[in-house]
């Protein structure tokens, strides 16, 4: 079965946006302003946290239900395996690069922090994923994930997800309230700690991603329910939350806030530790997402039904597809690109803003370059993932059942910085 590609072009997406918001030139550029993270609390880390978990329910939940529990534990232990591979190979890449170009340790020392092949305590800690450069801590947090993932995989097909969400949640509540802070300082006394993304918070995204997935394996979702064209009111609701921190946005980022008023808000809106306005954010618009590219072309709205289509065509655009087909592979080569823009910036700059935008444009053209490579050496193998459930299905048809004879189960048919990502 063919894969879902929406979701290999959202992917994609969230890849051109977290290379424009990681790449840096002094003056800042204007490019990187045309960026939805300009109006509200949505980045591409978020969206492309939240698919990797989707797209490991699904797939891994799928393979346990054909070939059974134990290959997919193997299929997911694997890929963290290979993740682990590709966040040492970067850091590797970018120290021996350290060691070649005069002057990296000055222009990226607020990346690298005293991370050098004369710190062998810190590249310790670095190969323990503990002391992570910047842009390239998203690859130690899928290490993690993946590695706690088969037992809650497990949990999720034997419909104990209710467990699992609970757990997430006081997990990330414990992080609001400061819980971890002692752990973090007890680790730190150890190896030195160098991490921007809270993993015990940011795995609220993962895991929700996951239990969606698992879900669409087993076909348990009905879409149609979820998403109804003659009920509107939940988007509506996420549509005006939206619009609500849009102003907040705009406020925080271009006008000065009251002082009491900035801590209260910058207290709630902690990135790092993915903090209750970017959990708010986050949920709203993936709902409304969702929502008007599903249901939007039926509506009575022209305005709605242009918005989906423009969505639709955005995000299965061939590029797009392509980066998204090979995420891992493009992430870690953007990585790269990043701290060698940066010496370029730094030798050859500064750059007027015509030369920045060029450089940019080039720069996402050539994202693709490990994905053509992959492609042109067939490392594309689209039977590792079938299309999810949420792919449309006709009216009044049943879904279809496993490899093992039995139809999924499926609800009754009555009544988705120090740095910017």
């Given at each position: 079965?063919g894969?879902?590609?929406i979701?290999d072009?959202?992917?994609?997406?969230?890849?051109?946006?977290?290379?424009?918001?990681?790449?840096t030139?002094?003056?800042?550029?204007?490019?990187?302003?045309?960026?939805h993270?300009?109006?509200?609390?949505?980045?591409?880390?978020?969206g492309?946290v939240?698919?990797?978990?989707?797209l490991a329910?699904?797939?891994?939940?799928?393979?346990?239900?054909r070939?059974?529990?134990?290959?997919?534990?193997?299929a997911?232990?694997?890929?963290?395996?290979?993740?682990?591979?590709?966040?040492?190979?970067c850091?590797?890449v970018i120290?021996?690069?350290?060691?070649?170009?005069?002057?990296?340790?000055l222009?990226?020392?607020?990346?690298?922090?005293?991370?050098?092949?004369?710190?062998?305590?810190?590249?310790a800690?670095s190969?323990?994923?503990l002391?992570?450069?910047?842009?390239?801590?998203i690859?130690p947090?899928?290490?993690?994930?993946?590695?706690?993932?088969?037992?809650l995989?497990?949990?999720?097909?034997?419909?104990?997800?209710?467990w699992?969400?609970?757990?997430?949640?006081?997990?990330?509540?414990?992080?609001?309230?400061?819980?971890?802070l002692p752990?973090?300082?007890?680790?730190d006394?150890i190896?030195?700690l160098?991490?921007?993304?809270n993993?015990?918070?940011?795995q609220?995204?993962?895991?929700?991603?996951?239990?969606?997935g698992v879900?669409?394996a087993q076909g348990?979702?009905?879409?149609?329910?979820l998403?109804r064209?003659?009920?509107?009111?939940?988007?509506i609701?996420?549509a005006?939350?939206?619009?609500?921190?849009?102003?907040?946005r705009?406020?925080?980022?271009?006008?000065?806030?009251?002082?009491?008023?900035?801590?209260r808000?910058?207290?709630l809106?902690?990135?790092?530790?993915?903090?209750?306005?970017?959990?708010?954010?986050?949920?709203?618009?993936?709902?409304?997402?969702?929502?008007?590219?599903?249901?939007?072309?039926e509506?009575?709205s022209?305005?709605l039904?242009?918005?989906a289509?423009?969505l639709?065509q955005?995000?299965?655009?061939?590029?797009l597809?392509?980066?998204g087909?090979?995420?891992?592979?493009?992430?870690?080569?953007?990585?790269?690109?990043?701290?060698?823009?940066?010496a370029?910036?730094?030798?050859?700059?500064?750059?007027?803003e015509?030369?920045?935008t060029l450089?940019?444009?080039?720069?996402?053209?050539?994202?693709?370059?490990p994905?053509?490579?992959?492609?042109?050496?067939?490392?594309?193998?689209?039977?590792?993932?079938?299309?999810?459930?949420?792919?449309?299905?006709?009216?009044?048809?049943?879904?279809?059942a496993?490899a093992?004879?039995?139809?999924?189960?499926?609800?009754p048919s009555?009544?988705?910085?120090p740095?910017?990502?």
């Open positions: 079965m894969r879902l590609t979701l072009g959202l992917r994609g997406y969230f890849l051109v946006f977290m290379f424009l918001n990681h790449l030139f002094a003056g800042d550029y204007l490019l990187v302003k045309v960026n993270d300009e109006l509200g609390f949505v980045e591409g880390a978020q492309f939240f698919l990797s978990g989707l329910g699904l797939v891994h939940g799928q393979r346990a239900l070939k059974g529990f134990g290959a997919a534990a193997g997911i232990w694997n890929r963290a395996a290979e993740i682990y591979a590709y966040a040492l190979a850091v590797l120290l021996v690069l350290q060691t070649v170009l005069p002057g990296s340790q222009y990226w020392h607020h990346w690298l922090g005293d991370l050098s092949f004369g710190r062998g305590r810190l590249v800690a190969a323990l994923l002391y992570q450069p910047d842009h390239l801590d690859l947090q899928y290490v993690v994930y993946l590695l706690v993932t088969p037992p995989l497990w949990l999720c097909l034997r419909g104990r997800w209710p699992l969400a609970a757990g997430c949640a006081v997990l990330w509540l414990a992080v609001q309230l400061g819980a971890h752990l973090a300082a007890a680790m006394r190896l030195p160098r991490a921007y993304f993993v015990l918070a940011w609220l995204v993962f895991m929700a991603g996951l239990m969606i879900a669409m348990r979702i009905d879409w149609d329910r998403f064209r003659d009920r509107p009111e939940l988007a609701i996420a005006i939350l939206l619009l609500f921190f849009a102003v907040w705009v406020w925080s980022n271009h006008f000065t806030m009251p002082e009491p008023i900035a801590l808000f910058h207290a809106a902690n990135r790092g530790e993915f903090g209750v306005v970017y959990l708010l954010n986050f949920a709203a618009a993936a709902y409304v997402v969702a929502w008007v590219i599903r249901v939007g072309p509506t009575a022209s305005a039904r242009r918005l289509r423009l639709q955005l995000f299965n655009l061939p590029f597809r392509l980066l087909r090979h995420s891992l592979q493009v992430y870690a080569w953007h990585v790269i690109m990043i701290y060698l823009l940066k370029v910036d730094h030798d050859w700059g500064p750059f007027d015509a030369t920045k450089i940019a444009v080039a720069g996402i053209a050539l994202l693709a370059v994905a053509l490579i992959l492609e042109r050496a067939g490392g594309f193998l689209p039977s590792l993932h079938p299309r999810p459930a949420m792919a449309d299905r006709g009216p009044g048809r049943r879904p279809r496993t093992t004879g039995t139809p999924p189960r499926s609800t009555s009544p988705p910085s740095h910017r990502r």
